[in-house]
């Protein structure tokens, strides 16, 4: 079964700045991966997804992810935050069935 | 309305109570998903249906009771909960998965469920 693990529980970025979400999973073949936001009160909303083809990944609100196979990894980048980025990120994994392993999820708060 | 949506957003409820949450999706999705999220601590699922069919129920109590009446509409029917039940309970929908191929999950805001 595949698993998940999100290292960071919590991350302060000043606005303007970079930020990097770390994802790290456990899947024996190509998996599908996902990341996710959760605004307070909210559902998880979809950022970007990983299936095939080019490792770098283009999602919504200036979001992108790099899936490397060698260390297991789909870490999440934003090169400029803003305040309305302050939420909890989900990493997600799954394969070619409906089963979804989720990580613990990071919380990133933004300062101005 | 569009996308998935839940009612109530929020219920409180006592251990003997009878409750149940709705989720309607608007996506023509054939497959409806229940999640539990607690605390710092990863989704939960809880039940999958596709096709109005349960093809998971990821060893969850009784007292939590699942019912998929179409392909759009999916409830959970609670009954003498416990307080430990208490969390934000999460709808998502998604094409089925009969072309192998997993797609994406679409999420509903929740129901924020405290049980007393």
């Known amino acids: 079964a595949q698993s998940v693990t999100q290292p960071d529980i919590h991350i302060t970025v000043s606005e303007g700045a970079s930020l990097e979400l770390r994802c790290n999973y456990s899947y024996g073949a190509t998996p599908y991966l996902f990341w996710y936001v959760q605004s307070p009160g909210q559902g998880l909303q979809l950022l970007l997804k990983?299936?095939?083809?080019?490792?770098l990944v283009q999602g919504i609100k200036g979001f992108e992810a790099e899936f490397k196979r060698s260390q297991s990894s789909f870490n999440l980048r934003k090169p400029s935050v803003h305040w309305s980025d302050a939420a909890e990120y989900f990493c997600?994994?799954?394969?070619?069935?409906?089963?979804?392993?989720f990580g613990a999820g990071t919380t990133v708060t933004v300062r101005a | 309305e569009t996308g998935v949506t839940q009612t109530p957003r929020h219920l409180v409820m006592g251990m003997t109570n009878k409750k149940s949450l709705k989720c309607e999706q608007h996506?023509?999705?054939?497959?409806m998903y229940w999640y539990k999220q607690s605390a710092k601590k990863p989704l939960e699922l809880m039940f999958v249906y596709n096709f109005k069919e349960q093809t998971e129920n990821n060893s969850v109590p009784s007292r939590f009771s699942p019912e998929c009446p179409n392909s759009s509409h999916l409830f959970l029917h609670l009954h003498t909960l416990q307080p430990e039940d208490s969390a934000l309970y999460l709808c998502?929908?998604?094409?089925?998965?009969?072309?192998?191929?997993?797609?994406?999950?679409?999420f509903g805001p929740g129901t924020r469920l405290t049980v007393t």
């Open positions: 996506l023509g999705h054939n497959a």
């Open positions: 997600a994994v799954g394969a070619n069935d409906y089963k979804l392993s």
């Open positions: 998502a929908s998604s094409q089925d998965w009969a072309s192998g191929i997993l797609y994406e999950q679409y």
């Open positions: 990983y299936f095939s083809g080019d490792t």
